[in-house]
């Protein structure tokens, strides 16, 4: 055997481990992935991978929302479909997520709810090294009595909104979100930052209010709320930390829905959302049928600045809509060209059979606007107890 051949030979055997592969090599090869999901998997080999990876976030840090899927109270992991790769990605949590339901962001920050203890905390599941932030616990609203069931169907909603004078990176985790939660029977709005000892509620006009929050959207550093009859609201006093406790004045009355469609789903068969599109506001109104719960058609308005008055679209103009249970997301098309993103689809998820045993799969699917067509969205999710429901949610690297 000659000597170079002996060499190199050696070489190979001293890079078997793959952990020990020099940095500057290590940086070489994760300069040239393109997406967030080759990041993710990176990261995951061992340490010294995971630390290049998070090296160069800030260039790579950018992908179309996943789904985390359906879990049951026992899980201590969830399981996130990218639809970009049509793949399944697994994160493991065990303290975090066992027995806990979750609401996704824009931020790759879930909110956490356990039913058994009362507890909520916000958590990045992408980056297993940030900490978990501790919210108000269920307590601080008053309502530490309930039982189990009712409990796991106190809170409707959660919404994470990024306060407009930090970044998503800033470390002091703590004062950068702002989290809104819609709970009770009567769907009441409150909010919290991470380390607040209590929610802080917002007071809406007992003539005019239906009673009952559906979505809470953050657009050009004001709040805005829709309420079950499509109400929009405007949110005045938020996160100020001024004398005046929050409020909410009426902004815009709902707008001019499918009268045929309004009649055959009824009042329980209609789901608003709040969206962002040109930072412009818009409303999303999901119709569903009466008996199979299953989304017959979704309609988009834009909401004028000046005039208050709706306009439906019937394109989404280069934009990707993400829709359900959480907080809904928008982006252009256009900047995801190399993935299986679609112009003007809305990809939705919902689950109005959320937190009780039954045989009926989540309701999940695409739907052409332009041609008001609906898709089947395979995400291969079996799990017939809905603890808790899916949402998306956009994975950020900290």
Not at 65 to 75: F, G, I, R, S, V
Not at 232 to 243: F, M, N
Not at 328 to 335: E, L
Request: glycine share 6%; with cysteine; charged share 20%.
């Amino acid at each position: 055997m000659s000597t170079s051949t002996s060499s190199s030979i050696k070489q190979a055997e001293s890079y078997s481990n793959w952990s020990e592969l020099p940095v500057d090599l290590l940086e070489m090869v994760a300069k040239k992935l393109t997406s967030i999901e080759d990041l993710y998997s990176l990261g995951g080999v061992c340490h010294s991978w995971r630390y290049v990876g998070l090296s160069i976030r800030k260039s790579k840090n950018k992908t179309l929302p996943w789904l985390m899927l359906t879990a049951n109270y026992t899980h201590t992991h969830r399981d996130f479909f990218s639809v970009a790769e049509n793949k399944t990605y697994t994160s493991n949590y065990p303290k975090a997520f066992y027995d806990c339901q979750c609401w996704g962001s824009p931020f790759g920050w879930l909110v956490t709810f356990s039913f058994d203890r009362g507890l909520l905390h916000l958590l990045n599941p992408f980056s297993p090294l940030s900490p978990r932030l501790s919210l108000p616990p269920l307590w601080t609203f008053g309502k530490s009595d309930l039982s189990s069931t009712r409990r796991s169907l106190f809170i409707y909603k959660a919404v994470v909104v990024l306060l407009h004078s930090h970044s998503v990176r800033e470390c002091n985790y703590h004062n950068r979100f702002l989290v809104f939660v819609i709970y009770g029977l009567s769907k009441n709005l409150a909010y919290s930052r991470p380390g607040d000892k209590t929610w802080t509620t917002v007071s809406f006009q007992e003539t005019t209010s239906s009673g009952g929050q559906e979505d809470i959207l953050q657009l050009n550093g004001q709040y805005y709320s829709v309420d079950s009859n499509g109400s929009i609201w405007l949110l005045c006093d938020v996160a100020a930390d001024g004398p005046n406790p929050p409020t909410a004045i009426p902004f815009a009355s709902p707008p001019p829905m499918n009268e045929l469609l309004k009649k055959r789903c009824g009042k329980s068969g209609r789901t608003f959302s709040l969206l962002e599109m040109d930072a412009e506001l818009h409303l999303a109104v999901r119709f569903q049928h009466r008996n199979t719960r299953k989304t017959l058609l979704i309609e988009i308005f834009k909401c004028d600045a000046s005039t208050c008055e709706w306009q439906k679209l019937t394109t989404l103009g280069g934009y990707v809509l993400f829709l359900g249970t959480c907080t809904s997301i928008s982006v252009k098309a256009s900047g995801y060209s190399a993935t299986n993103c679609t112009p003007g689809c809305i990809y939705y998820c919902y689950d109005d059979y959320k937190n009780h045993i039954v045989t009926v799969p989540p309701d999940i699917g695409i739907i052409d606007v332009t041609r008001r067509e609906i898709m089947f969205l395979n995400v291969d999710d079996k799990r017939t107890c809905h603890f808790s429901a899916p949402a998306w949610v956009v994975p950020t690297l900290l």
